[in-house]
């Protein structure tokens, strides 16, 4: 007898945790330039981070990893961690913030059912700021499967969201 298991449809992943080598180099990269809003600090070691009131939606933490090296890019851990956001203009409107503070980006993808954009915390940790098209448009199999795939994002089309 199988033993299947199927999370619940409405299950959404809460936060995610960070560790980080300085607390206000990355409260200053998450909050200053990401716009997120800090809703708890603990001492001067911890800062729980969140838009829109939530309790948190990024922890982020000094506790083993105080002035430590950055994440490694050929290591396991974390890939990255996206951001979504609501609308395709708000995707425009931080990827405009983040292009006029030169804050370096690593990619630009359009994958069918996203539009994304690529960079890295201070502390190497991979982000994807990405906006999904509404679901009715996302691309399909001849048999009705997802195909997602990753194409060059037109940072011109995005930019029109501004206009």
């Given at each position: 007898?199988?033993?299947?298991?199927?999370?619940?449809?409405?299950?959404r992943?809460?936060?995610?945790?960070?560790?980080?080598?300085n607390?206000?180099?990355?409260?200053?990269?998450?909050?200053d330039?990401?716009?997120?809003?800090?809703?708890l600090?603990?001492?001067?070691?911890?800062?729980?981070i969140?838009?829109?009131?939530?309790?948190?939606?990024?922890?982020?933490?000094?506790?083993?990893?105080?002035?430590?090296?950055?994440a490694?890019?050929?290591?396991?851990?974390?890939?990255?961690?996206?951001l979504?956001?609501?609308?395709?203009?708000?995707?425009?409107?931080?990827?405009?913030?983040?292009?006029?503070?030169?804050?370096?980006?690593?990619?630009?993808?359009?994958?069918?059912?996203?539009?994304?954009?690529?960079?890295?915390?201070?502390?190497?940790?991979?982000?994807?700021?990405?906006?999904d098209?509404?679901k009715?448009?996302?691309?399909?199999?001849?048999?009705?499967?997802?195909?997602?795939?990753?194409?060059?994002?037109?940072?011109?089309?995005?930019?029109?969201?501004?206009?």
């Amino acid at each position: 007898m199988e033993d299947k298991y199927t999370i619940p449809k409405a299950t959404r992943i809460g936060h995610v945790h960070l560790k980080v080598a300085n607390l206000q180099r990355s409260i200053d990269f998450y909050c200053d330039l990401l716009g997120f809003e800090v809703t708890l600090m603990y001492g001067e070691e911890a800062a729980f981070i969140s838009a829109g009131g939530y309790h948190h939606h990024i922890g982020l933490n000094t506790w083993f990893s105080k002035n430590g090296s950055k994440a490694q890019k050929h290591q396991v851990g974390l890939f990255h961690t996206a951001l979504l956001y609501p609308t395709k203009k708000d995707l425009a409107i931080i990827y405009q913030r983040l292009k006029s503070k030169n804050y370096p980006l690593t990619g630009f993808s359009d994958h069918g059912v996203s539009l994304a954009i690529y960079l890295d915390d201070p502390d190497g940790n991979g982000i994807e700021l990405y906006w999904d098209r509404p679901k009715e448009e996302w691309p399909k199999k001849s048999d009705g499967r997802l195909q997602m795939y990753t194409h060059p994002l037109s940072l011109t089309d995005l930019l029109k969201e501004l206009d």
